[in-house]
C-alpha cells in the first residue's frame, strides 16, 4: 500500500474525519469502477477490449483495498450506500459496451480524466499533516492517468459535451452523498 511506511500523523478529531470522508469518496469511486468495468466488459465486443477491461478493474482492486485500509486506519467507515453505487454503476458500464467498444473506451477515458480532477481536488483538500492518504491518491492518480491513455491508444471516441456534463453532475451528486453516508 502507498505510504504504509510513513508514520501516521497526529489528526485533530475534524481532521480525521474529513481525512476519513474523502477516502470513503476514493473507495465508492473504486466500487463504481469495478461495477462500470465489468458491466463493460460483458458487453464488448473486443477480446482486447475485453482484457483491458479485466486489466483495469483489477487495478481498482488495488485502490478499492487501499481507500478501505486507510477508511479503518482512519475510524471512519464505508458508504451505506456502496450496493446501490455498484448496481447502478454496473448498469451504466454495460449501456456503455452496449453502444460499442470505440464509445465505452470514450466512456472509460473520459471517467478516469475526471476522477484525476476529482483526486487532485482531494490532495488539495486533504489535511497537510495526513502524508499516508496523500501516499494513497497520488498512486490512484498515477494508475487513473494510465487508464485513460490506455482507452485513448485502443481507440476511444471523444464523447459528447452533453455527456461529459452530465457524468461530471452525476459525480458530484455521488461525492457529495458519499462525504456523508
Not at 3 to 32: N, P
Not at 71 to 94: D, F, Q, T, V
Not at 96 to 109: E, I, K, T, V, Y
Request: aromatic fraction near 4%.
Amino acid at each position: 500500500m502507498p505510504g504504509e511506511e510513513l508514520v501516521e500523523a497526529s489528526l485533530g478529531d475534524a481532521e480525521r474525519r474529513h481525512a476519513a470522508a474523502l477516502m470513503r469518496i476514493d473507495h465508492v469511486g473504486e466500487v463504481c469502477a469495478q461495477g462500470l468495468y465489468q458491466g463493460q466488459s460483458l458487453t464488448c465486443r473486443n477480446p482486447a477490449t475485453r482484457q483491458a477491461l479485466e486489466q483495469a478493474a483489477w487495478e481498482e482492486t488495488e485502490h478499492l483495498n487501499w481507500t478501505e485500509r486507510r477508511i479503518a486506519e482512519l475510524a471512519g467507515r464505508k458508504s451505506l450506500l456502496n450496493p446501490l453505487w455498484y448496481l447502478s454503476s454496473l448498469a451504466i458500464g454495460a449501456m456503455a459496451g452496449r453502444l460499442g467498444d470505440a464509445w465505452s473506451l470514450g466512456f472509460l477515458a473520459e471517467t478516469e480524466r475526471q476522477v484525476e480532477a476529482h483526486l487532485q481536488d482531494h490532495l488539495a483538500s486533504l489535511p497537510e499533516a495526513d502524508r499516508r492518504s496523500r501516499a494513497v491518491i497520488e498512486q490512484m492518480k498515477l494508475d487513473e492517468m494510465r487508464h485513460a491513455e490506455t482507452a485513448s491508444d485502443m481507440g476511444a471516441r471523444d464523447l459528447p459535451p452533453l455527456v461529459r456534463l452530465a457524468m461530471k453532475a452525476a459525480a458530484r451528486l455521488m461525492t457529495s452523498t458519499a462525504y456523508h453516508l
